[in-house]
């Protein structure tokens, strides 16, 4: 046998011998390890010196080990022999009511109810030919005469069905141009936008003002109320 040397200082260390130790510790390592873990209730009957023992716990440990792996690979099996299902469900979503809308002239109120509609939009249609199917005339307490668009009636005060909110935007909204011979150079208009179970007597002090002559853009956030921003 051809032995090594390796000096180190004035001491003279063995490599053989440092091999034969590190293999004796990673033994003992090994050992430790199985006698704390589950591992070594397995290998105990091992040990024993009855060979019929040693035999039986082969037998057992060979059969369950082979049982797992034949349990593993038929689930394996018959999940990939499932078919593929789809399953397509309708929803329906609730469409919500589009609110209603009620505007007065808060000075020439005499002169109001001869209103001439130029230009109205709802929901990106022209409607400008049927508009009277689409506003009611009511008599507002302090303003008069007014009008109301979406609160389930016509101009003949007939019962209507209520227009649903279908897109929110601009262009899904309602869009309304009117004129009136007013005596007033400068009037001064005041909308309402409300739920249309509520049919308020005036819309006084509910109301937004806005300049007539000019273009008003009005959003609203629904969430459980109506609200102006």
Not at 78 to 84: G, V
Not at 94 to 112: K, V
Not at 137 to 163: E, H, L, M, V
Not at 183 to 194: A, K, N
């Amino acid at each position: 046998m051809k032995i090594s040397q390796i000096k180190v200082g004035p001491q003279t260390v063995s490599a053989s011998s440092e091999n034969t130790n590190n293999i004796k510790d990673y033994k003992r390592l090994i050992k430790k390890i199985l006698a704390l873990s589950s591992l070594s209730y397995l290998i105990s009957p091992f040990r024993s010196k009855r060979i019929l023992l040693k035999i039986l716990w082969t037998i057992f440990l060979t059969g369950l080990l082979f049982g797992s792996i034949y349990y593993v690979l038929t689930e394996i099996l018959a999940y990939l022999q499932y078919d593929i299902v789809t399953s397509i469900y309708e929803i329906k979503e609730q469409e919500p009511d589009f609110p209603t809308i009620s505007f007065c002239e808060t000075r020439d109120r005499n002169n109001f109810e001869n209103i001439k509609i130029i230009y109205f939009w709802f929901q990106n249609e022209n409607l400008i030919n049927e508009w009277q199917n689409h506003f009611q005339s009511y008599t507002d307490t302090r303003y008069g005469i007014c009008f109301r668009f979406n609160s389930g009636f016509n101009w003949s005060n007939q019962s209507i069905p209520i227009k649903k909110s279908l897109r929110p935007g601009l262009d899904d909204g309602f869009f309304l141009n009117y004129y009136f011979n007013t005596t007033f150079d400068s009037s001064s208009p005041i909308i309402y936008i409300h739920n249309k179970t509520e049919r308020p007597e005036t819309i006084f002090r509910k109301g937004l003002y806005f300049s007539a002559g000019s273009l008003n853009y009005i959003r609203i956030k629904r969430t459980h109320d109506l609200k102006l921003e």
